[in-house]
C-alpha cells in the first residue's frame, strides 16, 4: 500500500429529509488498499458510496477519489473508477458476452484488451457466455457485474454490499477474487453488512446510523474491546440469558452461535459470573476468548 490517499472525505453529511444517513463522515483510503466500510443495513454504506462515485451530490462536506473532486470533476472521475452497486444491474435480456461488449463499449475499452485483467473472474463464466444474465445464479451475476466493473481497467473500484445474497461458497470465492486484485495494486472500496468479511481487509471502518465508530485494521480492532471477554455456554440457553440479564455485574451479554459473549463491569470477575449463574441453578462452561470484530462492533454500538 502506498502512504498517499485514493480516497479523502472531509465532513461529509447526507439527508434524505427528515432522516440522516450520514453525520460527518471524514477518513481517507490509501493507495492500493482494501478497504471495508462496515455497518448494518441503514448505517449510511450506499449513500457514502453513491456520493464518492459522484452519483449523489453531498449536503455538505467534500471527498476527492484519486485527486478528483467529486461533485466539480465528476466527468473525468467517471472515467477512472469501477463500480458495482449491491443490487445487480446488467441487462437482463443480454447475454454475459453482449454485457461485457456493451460496458467496453462505453469506456472505448474491449475484451482483448481489458483480457488479462478479468481473465480470471471471465473464465469462470465464459461456458456460459451465450446464456442471458436474466437467467444467471446469484454467484455468476456477481462475477458478471464485477467484469463490467473491470473493463475499462480503472484505477480504483466500488464495490456496495458485493455479497449480500450469495451462498457462502461464493461469497469466500469473491473475496479470493479481490485479494488477487489487491496483490495488483487495485485500490478497492468495499462495503459489506458481513463482519466476518472485515478481516479480509486491510483497513476498516465501522458505520453505524451515519457516523464512524472507529477507523482501524482488523488485526488491531479486538484492542478497542477493553475488557475481558467470556464466551458462556448451557444447555439452556433462554434460561441462562436470562440469568444474565439479571445479574448486577453483567457489562453486556450478546448471544453468539450456541454461546453467549459476555463482558462484566470492573470489579467482576469469572468467579463472581460463575457463582451468580449457580445461585439460579444455571449450570454453565465458561472460557475466556479474544474478542473479534463482530464483538467490538457491539461494544462500539453501546
Request: hydrophobic content about 40%; proline content about 4%.
Amino acid at each position: 500500500m502506498s502512504s498517499n490517499p485514493a480516497i479523502s472525505i472531509r465532513g461529509i453529511t447526507k439527508s434524505y429529509g427528515d432522516v440522516v444517513a450520514l453525520n460527518p463522515v471524514t477518513l481517507d483510503v490509501s493507495e492500493g488498499a482494501l478497504f471495508g466500510l462496515i455497518g448494518p443495513d441503514g448505517a449510511g454504506k450506499t449513500s457514502l458510496i453513491r456520493i464518492l462515485t459522484s452519483l449523489i451530490l453531498p449536503d455538505e462536506g467534500s471527498a476527492t477519489v484519486l485527486g478528483l473532486d467529486v461533485v466539480r470533476e465528476y466527468k473525468e472521475l467517471r472515467k477512472r473508477f469501477g463500480y458495482m452497486p449491491g443490487r445487480f444491474s446488467l441487462y437482463q435480456d443480454l447475454t454475459i458476452s453482449e454485457n461485457i461488449e456493451f460496458f467496453g463499449s462505453v469506456f472505448g475499452s474491449d475484451m482483448k484488451t481489458a483480457y488479462e485483467l478479468i481473465r480470471d473472474i471471465y473464465v469462470q463464466i465464459e461456458p456460459f457466455k451465450n446464456r442471458r444474465a436474466g437467467a444467471l445464479s446469484g454467484g455468476m451475476k456477481q462475477k458478471l457485474a464485477l467484469c463490467c466493473a473491470l473493463i475499462h481497467q480503472p484505477d480504483i473500484l466500488f464495490l456496495d454490499e458485493p455479497t449480500t445474497g450469495v451462498d457462502a461458497v461464493s461469497r469466500v470465492e469473491f473475496w479470493d477474487m479481490l485479494d488477487r486484485y489487491k496483490a495488483m495494486g487495485l485500490t478497492m472500496f468495499v462495503s459489506t453488512p458481513y463482519m466476518d468479511e472485515a478481516s479480509r481487509c486491510d483497513q476498516v471502518a465501522f458505520l453505524k446510523s451515519g457516523s464512524v465508530l472507529a477507523i482501524d485494521t482488523p488485526q488491531t480492532m479486538s484492542r478497542r474491546f477493553g475488557k475481558t471477554l467470556f464466551a458462556v455456554a448451557s444447555p439452556n440457553r433462554h434460561q441462562l440469558i436470562d440469568g444474565l440479564d439479571a445479574m448486577e455485574g453483567i457489562h453486556s451479554a450478546w448471544p453468539f452461535g450456541e454461546t453467549v459473549h459476555v463482558a462484566l463491569k470492573d470489579g467482576f470477575g469469572e468467579s463472581a459470573l460463575s457463582e451468580g449463574l449457580l445461585r439460579r441453578g444455571i449450570g454453565a462452561e465458561i472460557k475466556v476468548i479474544e474478542p473479534g470484530i463482530e464483538d467490538v462492533f457491539m461494544e462500539l454500538s453501546r
